[in-house]
Every structure is written in structure tokens, then in C-alpha cells.
């Protein structure tokens, strides 16, 4: 059969990727949880019904680039690179119009829209919403309405939102729940984090490790908000600095105060980095305030020629750092996709035996965010406390 072969031929596949390509659904929707290989899948299945067919458009929607570029257009650029039959079957890929487009006259697009109007221009084939909780229903309409064949959305279920609301249950849509189990192509290290996650939060453990639809409470950080980029005027207190290696992350996080308020970049958030690439990551002229259990490592990168120094880490040091932290807005620029997903998930731990949330954070989702904690320990602590009368500092409560 000609479809088979094509399928066959492009990419290795998963279990997912069939039923997904399989689906015959107007809407299929992939609840899940990380890793199971939704997008992966999603993008193939995709990839593959434009190689068939000439002439279609296919967009690839989320919530902002950034996000885009370690979501579906990232999974989309692998599959691209490690298949030969895929790269004969496309023409080009612009880099800069972020499309794909196809010998046969077919395009992938991936956009991400800022207003329920601005989603009324264009129309496709077919649809993919990338991790649909982060895209506002009024959006995801707009577009549906103006897709001719079949959508696609893939999320982590969180919580409940405009997916369970409105399609899930509705005979046009087929739900497909995956989880990590269902993808073969995953390293044994990344999986026993995943389910690591029993020991920190039952609630995390669901969503992420079983992908069902959870609700996740007690969260510890609720003032923030993206912004574009950092204001002119806005002064650098340090860079936060937490070391990780195999499984966590590196994160560096440049941090800005302006009118009170916290102004926040993230800078690296990479795993498998060594203490020079992280030299090669930095700037020398900003101070660097790095995790204090790793002196060889704070050691070599002052040898580098920065000024860094170890956080005032002592007992509390956790909820003291957050404590600080909650006194300020904190403003989030919108290319720091792994800080704003650390934001949503980073929760006080809940008592197994009543149920209610505990005075200690989970230690899980928190590179970034302890990177922040170690500028708050150092830099913020004193300012705040010689304040602490003024009405601006009591105005944070
Ligand atoms: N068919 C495949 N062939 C090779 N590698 C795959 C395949 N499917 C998935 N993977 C690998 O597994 C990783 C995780 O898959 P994917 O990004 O699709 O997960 P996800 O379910 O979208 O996770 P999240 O909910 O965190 O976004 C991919 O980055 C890729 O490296
Ligand atoms: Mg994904």
C-alpha cells in the first residue's frame, strides 16, 4: 500500500505516530505527559500527510516563538536532520519565515498569534496546536475555523482548561493519552526523573509522569508576568548561577530591579555543560552570585577571569530566598521559556497525611528559580531590611 510505504520509508516511528497519523478525527488530541513523544509524533504524522499530498498548508501554532523553538519546531527540525528521505521530499527550510516547503508545493508553518484578530489571517489544511494550554480559546477558534481538513493539539493536562471544556467528549474528537512508557527512544536516566517525581508531589507524578488531568495547587510564585525584554533603564543587580550536569540543567538568570520591581532574562539553561562552556556562556562584566555547594566549580570560573561569588546559603536558606523573592512583581522576559514553565510548576510540597501544602517547596522545577534565590540571598536580603518601614517595601505584601 502506497501510504505504508511512505511512512515507513521517512522516519523510525512510535505506536503514537501510527495513531495519530491514523486518526480520522477533525480534532485529535494529545493529552500527555513530558516525553511521551506527543509532538515528535504529531510533527511526523504531519510532515508525512503533506509529503502525500501537493498543494496543502499545514501552521504549527504556539504560544510564542521561544516557546516554538523548544517545542514542535525543534522536534520538527530533528526529524528533518536525521532523515534523508524527508530532506528529498522538502525543498527548502527558511529559517527566518520558519517554513518548511515541500517539492510538491506543500508548506509547514509555524506561527504563534498575539490576538483572536490577528488569527483570523490565512487559512490551511491542517492544523497543530503546540502545548494548547499556553494559546487562549478565542485564538485556537479563529484558527480552527479557518483549517479545512484536521487539527492537532498536544499539552501537558496541568489543570483543566478549553480543551476539556469544549472538545474532549465531542464525537469529532479522538484523545489520545501518552506517557513517557510510550516512547521507545528515551534514555533510562531521563525516565527515572520523570518518575522521580512521586518522591517530591503526587500531582506532579500524574500530570508529568501519567499524563492525567491533574490540578495543581499551592503554587509558590503567583506575581509574575512576560515582558519583552528588559527596560533600558533597569539596573543589573547579578546573575544568578545553579550548577547541574546530567540530568538538571546549568541555569543562569541575569537579574534587573526597576521601579520596584523584578526584571528577569534567562541566559543559559542547558544540561552537560562544563565549567568553561559555562565561561563561554557568560558575560565578564557582570557579577555572578553561583550555588555555594560547588566551590571548585565557582573556583574555575573566577580563574576564568569573573567576578563571582558563592551564595549566603544557611539554614532556611530556601524559604528565605523565596520569601525575599515574593516581596517583588516579578517581570519575565518571553524568550525564558524554561524559567516561565518552572513558574507554573514550582509548588509548596503537600503533606501526605492531611492533604495540605507544607512550608517547603518541591525540589523539582527549580534551576532557573534557584538561580534567582541565590541574587535574592545576597543582593536583595539587606536593601529590603533597612527599607522595611517605608511604605514603598510594606506596599509588597
Ligand atoms: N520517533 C522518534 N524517533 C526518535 N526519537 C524520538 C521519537 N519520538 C520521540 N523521540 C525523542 O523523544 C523526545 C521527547 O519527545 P517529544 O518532544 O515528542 O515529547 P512530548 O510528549 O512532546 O513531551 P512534552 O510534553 O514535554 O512536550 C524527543 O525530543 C526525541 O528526542
Ligand atoms: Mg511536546
Not at 5 to 11: A, H, R, Y
Not at 33 to 38: A, E, F, H, L
Not at 130 to 149: D, H, M, S, V
Not at 324 to 347: D, F, G, P
Request: hydrophobic share 35%; with cysteine.
Amino acid at each position: 500500500m502506497m501510504v505504508e510505504e511512505v511512512e515507513n520509508i521517512l522516519f523510525t516511528t512510535t505506536a503514537l505516530y501510527e495513531a495519530n497519523y491514523h486518526s480520522d478525527a477533525l480534532i485529535t488530541v494529545n493529552q500527555g505527559g513530558t516525553s511521551s513523544g506527543k509532538t515528535y509524533s504529531i510533527d511526523q504524522a504531519l510532515f508525512t500527510k503533506l509529503a502525500e499530498r501537493e498543494k496543502k498548508v499545514c501552521t504549527v501554532v504556539g504560544q510564542d516563538i521561544p516557546n516554538l523553538r523548544v517545542g514542535a519546531l525543534r522536534d520538527a527540525l530533528e526529524i528533518y536532520e536525521n532523515s534523508t528521505e524527508l530532506k528529498r521530499a522538502i525543498k527548502s527550510y527558511n529559517k527566518s519565515a520558519l517554513t518548511f516547503t515541500f517539492n510538491n508545493g506543500s508548506v509547514m508553518e509555524f506561527k504563534s498569534y498575539d490576538s483572536p484578530q490577528d488569527a483570523k489571517s490565512g487559512k490551511r489544511d491542517y492544523l497543530f496546536i503546540n502545548e494548547a494550554n499556553g494559546i487562549p480559546y478565542p485564538i485556537f477558534k479563529e484558527l480552527y475555523l479557518r483549517t479545512y481538513t484536521q487539527t492537532y493539539i498536544d499539552y501537558n493536562p496541568n489543570a483543566e482548561f478549553w480543551v476539556h471544556e469544549h472538545l474532549i467528549g465531542q464525537p469529532h474528537v479522538k484523545l489520545l493519552i501518552s506517557d513517557h512508557r510510550n516512547n521507545p527512544f528515551l534514555p533510562q536516566h531521563t525516565r527515572d526523573s520523570i518518575e522521580a517525581l512521586k518522591d517530591e508531589d503526587e500531582e506532579l507524578w500524574r500530570v508529568y509522569a501519567r499524563g492525567l488531568t491533574g490540578k495543581i495547587e499551592g503554587l509558590v510564585f503567583r506575581k509574575w508576568s512576560v515582558c519583552d525584554k528588559i527596560p533600558e533603564n533597569a539596573k543589573l543587580i547579578a546573575v544568578g548561577l545553579d550548577f547541574g550536569f546530567t540530568n538538571d540543567p546549568t541555569a543562569a538568570i541575569e537579574v534587573y530591579q526597576q521601579n520596584g520591581e523584578l526584571w528577569l532574562d534567562e541566559i543559559v539553561y542547558k544540561s552537560g555543560l562544563t565549567n568553561p562552556d559555562i565561561g563561554q556562556l557568560l558575560d565578564k562584566s557582570k557579577p555572578i552570585i553561583a550555588d555555594s555547594a560547588e566551590p571548585k566549580s565557582i573556583e574555575e570560573i573566577k580563574r576564568l577571569g569573573f567576578r563571582i561569588e558563592g551564595a549566603m546559603k544557611g539554614p532556611d536558606s530556601v524559604k528565605n530566598g523565596i520569601d525575599i523573592l515574593k516581596r517583588y512583581h516579578l517581570n519575565v522576559t518571553r524568550r525564558s521559556v524554561n524559567l516561565r514553565k518552572e513558574l507554573n510548576n514550582y509548588k509548596w510540597k503537600v503533606d501526605k497525611l492531611s492533604g495540605k501544602a507544607i512550608n517547603v517547596p518541591v525540589d523539582v522545577y527549580n534551576h532557573g528559580l534557584d538561580a534567582l534565590r541565590y541574587v535574592a540571598l545576597n543582593k536583595l536580603k539587606q536593601p529590603y531590611e533597612i527599607k522595611a518601614t517605608s511604605k514603598e517595601a510594606l506596599g509588597f505584601y
